[in-house]
T-cell receptor, first 112, second 115 residues
Framework: SQQGEEDPQALSIQEGENATMNCSYKTSINNLQWYRQNSGRGLVHLILIRSNEREKHSGRLRVTLDTSKKSSSLLITASRAADTASYFC????WGSGYALNFGKGTSLLVTP | EPEVTQTPSHQVTQMGQEVILRCVPISNHLYFYWYRQILGQKVEFLVSFYNNEISEKSEIFDDQFSVERPDGSNFTLKIRSTKLEDSAMYFC?????????????FGEGSRLTVL
């Protein structure tokens, strides 16, 4: 089964800086999503990009998708301490029974 | 804001015991899921459920696991005979499911500790 793999595994930046996380996957996808997880909490949906889209914005988030390279990136601009969390990409494919496959995540630490 | 609720938040059980984890999905959602996350590891898909039957299940979801929607609002995950390696955080999720899973709404999780 396909799986997203994020890099870096961990990222530490200062408030105000931009954070970029990458995700690679192995097989054709229908959609790619990014989720956020605060320590010990449930996952929260951030943004969904369809396979026929190349870029999408939501507030301080910018997601790109390159299906030829089977990769996506999540950019958080002007980061805040409250952005500290783990970020996961998740992919689904047609006929998958709606299963989402998550990557291992990037742990982001934003220091004041 | 509608939300997915899960109970219990934490359950401790002895190996070999049966465990039932409960979830109340968002009321107008059609697709329901269970995922698990072993401490510090990735979120793993267990099962998806639609129209009162399993849509897809992973290799993890073996005969020890079962799901049920007993009353139109609750969605349960049963582990018949727990093993040490079942210790994990179990997340329930639901989605409207129009043309694909779309956005999944997750509960806060049920932490299962098997001793």
């Amino acid at each position: 089964s396909q799986q997203g793999e994020e890099d870096p595994q961990a990222l530490s930046i200062q408030e105000g800086e931009n954070a970029t996380m990458n995700c690679s996957y192995k097989t054709s996808i229908n959609n790619l999503q990014w989720y956020r997880q605060n320590s010990g909490r449930g996952l929260v949906h951030l943004i969904l990009i369809r396979s026929n889209e190349r870029e999408k914005h939501s507030g301080r988030l910018r997601v790109t998708l390159d299906t030829s390279k089977k990769s996506s990136s999540l950019l958080i601009t002007a980061s805040r301490a409250a952005d500290t969390a783990s970020y996961f990409c998740a992919t689904d494919r047609w006929g998958s029974g709606y299963a989402l496959n998550f990557g291992k995540g990037t742990s982001l630490l934003v220091t004041p | 804001e509608p939300e997915v609720t899960q109970t219990p938040s934490h359950q401790v059980t002895q190996m070999g015991q049966e465990v039932i984890l409960r979830c109340v999905p968002i009321s107008n959602h059609l697709y329901f899921y269970w995922y698990r996350q072993i401490l510090g590891q990735k979120v793993e898909f267990l099962v998806s459920f639609y129209n009162n039957e399993i849509s897809e299940k992973s290799e993890i979801f073996d005969d020890q696991f079962s799901v049920e929607r007993p009353d139109g609002s609750n969605f349960t995950l049963k582990i018949r005979s727990t093993k040490l390696e079942d210790s994990a955080m179990y997340f329930c999720a639901s989605s409207a499911g129009q043309g694909g899973p779309g956005e999944l709404f997750f509960g806060e999780g049920s932490r299962l500790t098997v001793l």
